[in-house]
């Protein structure tokens, strides 16, 4: 099992503010993702999760200081070290008819540029990386007419074939069936401990961030706990946003 590497910085954010119109959304936020974690992101709704991830990923332009990989955002272009699995990931069309291999084909494109043909290197990772989510034995089905659980490991291999060094996921399993969410998860320890690929997991669940990730932030507005899972409940972020609001149940 790889150990994180506090050393090394994948994401720094210093000094983050970030308004919708008058709204303040997220107020002088500081977070840095070391190489290996697995890193949490919990919060009430509304305190900024998404937001924190759209800034993470270039999608939204915030005050303050971004560094990803070492460099300034705004010089940052090597996009496909960092994979996104959005929570909007499965609600497809169904009836659009686009196959999984050209689904996860949209991973290399966005590495290779739109423009630029997929030679048998790229077809190769294709492969690859539905075989790494086991889903190999399904390239020319159409995604429609897969399951959820089998869709979001489909979008999870898409994510992959760019060879990313960390994947950012947004509320993955909203909607999702729990034997499904279990196998989901597996997939994400075995990305992260075997592949070593640094994992950044925004949920509103906190007892699948207990049981998952290696540390934890609570953000609302601004960085309300940062630190190990375990020691979240005793501290008072845990009462003030969850106590009161959230049933935690194990399993």
Not at 46 to 72: N, P, Q, Y
Not at 96 to 125: C, H, Q, W
Request: charged share 25%.
């Amino acid at each position: 099992m790889p150990i994180a590497n506090h050393k090394e910085n994948i994401i720094e954010l210093k000094n983050i503010s970030f308004s919708y119109g008058d709204d303040t959304v997220l107020n002088n936020l500081n977070l840095e993702v070391h190489k290996g974690d697995y890193l949490g992101i919990i919060g009430p709704n509304g305190g900024g999760k998404t937001t924190l991830i759209k800034i993470m990923l270039g999608l939204l332009h915030a005050r303050g200081e971004i560094r990803l990989f070492g460099k300034d955002i705004r010089e940052f272009r090597e996009w496909s070290k960092i994979g996104y699995v959005s929570q909007r990931a499965i609600q497809i069309d169904t009836s659009f008819p686009i196959t999984v291999t050209e689904v996860v084909s949209m991973g290399r494109y966005a590495m290779k540029g739109i423009f630029r043909f997929l030679n048998a290197e790229d077809r190769k990772k294709v492969l690859e990386s539905l075989r790494e989510v086991e889903m190999d034995g399904y390239q020319n089905r159409l995604i429609g007419d897969l399951s959820t659980g089998q869709q979001q490991r489909v979008f999870i291999a898409r994510a992959l074939v760019g060879e990313p060094e960390v994947i950012v996921l947004d509320e993955p399993t909203v909607g999702v069936d729990l034997k499904t969410q279990e196998q989901f998860y597996a997939l994400l320890r075995k990305l992260n401990r075997e592949k070593d690929i640094t994992l950044i997991l925004a949920s509103h669940d906190l007892d699948v961030i207990e049981r998952e990730a290696t540390g934890l932030i609570c953000i609302n507005r601004s960085v309300a706990y940062c630190g190990s899972v375990k020691g979240f409940r005793m501290h008072e972020s845990y009462s003030d946003f969850y106590k009161e609001s959230m049933k935690i149940h194990h399993h």
